[in-house]
């Protein structure tokens, strides 16, 4: 009773603090240009101030009133919240990793560290929860918005009832903004056309520079700054350019700017580098640095041993810890490896260890120009090592195209990627490591990015610093913590509530719990006051409750992602039980010895992803990549371009997998000849082009840049009007198939014809076609040709079309299936499903 009283104590305290801090705060004359005031925070925007002043008939017996700006409470810090990507547990030095990352030391030793802070296991999903303070599903991001669906807890739109932690600080008086990697602006809604609601600007965030989708060439990124595509990278030499840096120089400036043009506003950044998701792209120095230190010589059973003991002897994990067993049936140990593949793989990870490293480095020089403009003692710095674990979806082999995985393509012989070997890293590459080294990097835990069950998956760490209220410098904060929980914690330590109504809309509650009172030394080792939590991520789920998990074993393997899907996610699952107040690293399976826990968490579960929209549970992964969307090319099958245009991103423009199509193109050449580009979609590492070469015409398909299929002219065309056509027939069925759990529409042969004046050139069959995604981060242009080229042995972009172009059609013939087809596909899904191995021994919560 006397420690419930304590604590109810601290509680009330706490509130009576934040009653104050929240009270009205007005400086200068009311009425005056220089007057500022608080707001309740209630209503957002707040609502306008009656007028204050006297109006009479004339100017000079009237007295004028000016609104008071609105500012927020007078201690409220600066805020710089960074989140990396891709990058487990055992990554950073910080928490036992051999990757030097002497920013994330810095900050840790000037405040805390923290070694249970949780993911949802997968990039966007994560970033969702991270800025509206709502679980993913709650926010529209059960999965990527590549794989959304239409379905409230899976569309990818973040509802207007759950505004971000960005426009919340807005409203209250910061100047926010956010650099680097945005994952959550819908796929189909990333065009010129908007709408912008979803992007950056449209939540929130006054300024942005960063990037649009999942990842990004950081050698070539497709960049924006606000809503603008911009260039800053064009005409650089090779390798001297990287977003990397780039971005924490745009950062050091908006900063800098903003300081010098008001010293009392404060800043709130959302620090989103790319690293270290793939492709991994460092600076030749730093792997250099990284490569001259030998780190991985003995290859990642070793590596993964190294951090455990450098984790123990850190304490950032509990000394009786267990390491479960290396997985040789699925990862080849490395004494069985051969010369050529040890070499591949060591090159592979010091790769990825550069990325790491100096990525750390430049978040180095963004945290030190806070120190230069004298903002830092007053700057609450919330440092997360990575928005999942590390990932996988390398394979076993690694590759040096990741479009190459997401096309189903996740082994590549060593061979064939050793002819990237030199390359490795740079523009020529879109590089992933092996999943050895994945495997190794989520030390102390085990499983990867996309494991929404197992805590290699969502086990981050964490470092906070804020000088002027943290005092219990260096120490370890070991109380479970959700990403769910960083707006609340912004809110309380900035002393700003969270809105009622924003726009006139009713907001839904916040569904975190803040974890400022783990910044108090007495509150060091208090119970977590995030009690229960739900992870689901493509079928894999868990329950976290006080301290129990409840977990589905893993059922597939992240690089596994082109298999049939498990049609009962919610109970054809083998169903494992932990205590992890006795078992840090989920080691020790018990639902043998508490059945009766089981039975009540896997009902509690229910309860759970029944609050927080997670049903319809769907197991999928691939599948989902090409399910149809309302894009703006939705029902569409003809289109018409008149004039050239550039930077239609993937998610809006037409797509001609899985179909037949024919493109057609009016063009005038002039006397001189004419070559240049006429339509391409994607670049370098995946994707088409119809172009003019010489004056010949070219129709390409590059496939992952393992292999190029070429239509060409044999003649260059002569001065005046002519109309080239490429026509495709599609032998498969389409993603129609889809609807029955089955893949076999996808990737078919086809047939090609390239024709001039409506004569045929040249007829090619390829055997195979891109079953599922272009290269995402490079755009559908016409006219010319942006980023990296679809073939760097014919052209160099831009490649600008010196024809004139005078009409662009394309028409989409989508396959559909006949009734028959439906008929054969029902019939082999119900006998998959009569026949489905049933995993566990009881029947599912109802």
């Not at 928490?95 to 030391?105: A, K, L, N, Q, S």
């Not at 926010?176 to 929130?204: E, I, L, V």
């Not at 051969?338 to 750390?360: M, P, T």
């Amino acid at each position: 009773m006397r420690l419930h009283r304590t604590v109810m104590t601290a509680i009330t305290a706490s509130l009576l603090v934040s009653a104050s801090a929240l009270a009205q705060q007005i400086t200068g004359t009311p009425g005056s240009p220089s007057a500022t005031t608080t707001i309740d925070g209630r209503q957002l925007p707040a609502p306008d101030p009656r007028f204050g002043g006297v109006i009479k008939e004339d100017a000079l017996q009237s007295r004028p009133w000016w609104a008071p700006r609105i500012v927020p409470p007078k201690t409220a810090p600066n805020v710089l919240l960074i989140v990396t990507d891709d990058a487990g547990f055992g990554v950073p030095s910080t928490f036992g990793g051999v990757i030097p990352t002497p920013t994330m030391d810095s900050v840790a030793k000037e405040g805390l560290r923290y070694n249970r802070v949780f993911s949802t296991a997968l990039c966007s999903p994560t970033r969702a929860a991270l800025i509206t303070g709502r679980n993913h599903h709650s926010a529209g991001f059960g999965v990527v918005s590549e794989q959304s669906t239409g379905f409230p807890g899976y569309n990818s739109v973040i509802g207007k009832d759950k505004v971000t932690i960005g426009r919340i600080l807005l409203d209250n008086g910061y100047a926010t903004s956010w650099f680097g990697k945005d994952h959550n602006t819908p796929a189909f809604a990333a065009s010129q056309a908007g709408p912008f609601d979803q992007w950056p600007t449209g939540m929130g965030f006054e300024y942005f520079y960063g990037f649009v989708g999942g990842d990004s060439n950081q050698w070539q990124p497709n960049l924006f700054r606000n809503t603008t595509q911009i260039y800053p990278f064009l005409d650089k030499p090779p390798g001297t350019w990287n977003l990397v840096t780039a971005m924490a120089d745009d950062a050091i400036d908006y900063m800098t700017r903003i300081h010098q043009t008001d010293p009392s506003k404060p800043i709130f950044i959302k620090y989103a580098p790319g690293a270290t998701h793939a492709p991994h792209h460092p600076t030749k120095d730093w792997v250099d640095k990284i490569s001259a230190m030998h780190l991985f010589d003995d290859g990642y059973e070793k590596l993964r041993e190294r951090i455990f003991d450098n984790q123990k002897r850190l304490g950032v994990i509990p000394k009786d810890s267990k390491l479960t067993p290396w997985p040789k049936d699925m990862l080849k140990p490395w004494d069985e490896l051969g010369a050529e593949e040890k070499k591949l793989f060591i090159r592979q990870v010091e790769v990825f260890a550069a990325y790491a490293a100096y990525n750390d480095h430049e978040i180095g020089r963004v945290i030190q120009q806070f120190k230069d403009l004298g903002k830092l003692d007053n700057t609450l710095i919330i440092y997360i090592n990575g928005d999942n674990g590390t990932s996988a979806e390398g394979g076993p082999l690694g590759t040096p195209n990741e479009v190459a995985f997401f096309n189903g393509l996740s082994e590549l012989p060593v061979a064939e990627q050793m002819k990237f070997y030199d390359v490795w890293g740079t523009e020529q590459t879109y590089n992933h490591m092996s999943a050895g080294w994945s495997w190794a990097f989520d030390t102390p835990f085990d499983w990867f990015k996309q494991n929404a069950s197992r805590l290699g998956g969502v086990n981050q760490n964490m470092v906070v610093s804020w000088p002027a209220r943290i005092t219990d410098k260096g120490a370890l904060r070991e109380q479970f913590i959700h990403v769910i929980d960083v707006v609340p914690t912004i809110l309380e330590a900035s002393s700003i509530r969270a809105p009622e109504i924003v726009d006139g809309i009713k907001q839904a509650p916040i569904e975190g719990t803040s974890f400022l009172y783990t910044f108090d030394a007495q509150n060091a080792k208090v119970a977590s006051r995030h009690k229960t939590q739900y992870f689901e991520m493509m079928g894999q789920w868990a329950l976290y409750d006080d301290g129990w998990l409840l977990s589905t074993k893993v059922n597939r393997a992240p690089w596994q992602a082109f298999g049939v899907a498990n049609p009962d996610p919610l109970n054809n699952q083998i169903f494992q039980l932990y205590d992890l107040r006795k078992d840090f690293t989920q080691a020790d399976d018990i639902a043998a010895q508490y059945p009766a826990k089981v039975a009540e968490m896997r009902k509690a579960f229910v309860a759970e992803a029944g609050k927080y929209n997670v049903f319809p549970l769907d197991a999928s992964v691939a599948a989902r990549i090409v399910t149809p969307r309302p894009s703006v090319t939705a029902g569409r099958t003809n289109f018409v371009y008149t004039r050239p245009m550039v930077g239609l991103p993937q998610g809006d423009s037409p797509s001609l997998l899985n179909t037949s199509y024919t493109i057609t193109a009016d063009i005038d050449v002039p006397e001189a000849g004419a070559e240049g580009m006429i339509l391409t979609s994607g670049g370098r590492f995946g994707g088409y082009g119809f172009y003019l070469l010489k004056g010949k015409p070219v129709f390409l398909w590059n496939l992952v840049d393992l292999k190029r299929v070429k239509w060409e002219g044999a003649d260059a065309l002569t001065a005046g009007s002519h109309t080239l056509e490429f026509d495709f027939t599609y032998d498969g069925l389409g993603v129609g198939t889809l609807a029955f759990n089955n893949l076999s529409g996808l990737g078919r042969s086809g047939t090609g014809t390239l024709k001039v004046d409506g004569k045929a050139v040249q007829t090619i069959k390829m055997e195979r076609t891109l079953p599922m995604i272009l290269q995402w981060d490079e755009s559908f242009d016409i006219g010319s040709d942006t980023l990296t080229g679809v073939n760097d042995d014919d052209y160099q972009p831009p490649f600008a079309l010196t024809a004139k172009l005078n009409k662009l059609t394309i028409a989409i013939d989508r396959p559909q299936l006949s009734p028959q087809d439906i008929k054969t596909f029902e019939k082999a899904e119900a006998e998959a499903l009569d026949g489905k191995p049933l995993r566990n021994v009881q029947p599912g919560p109802q």
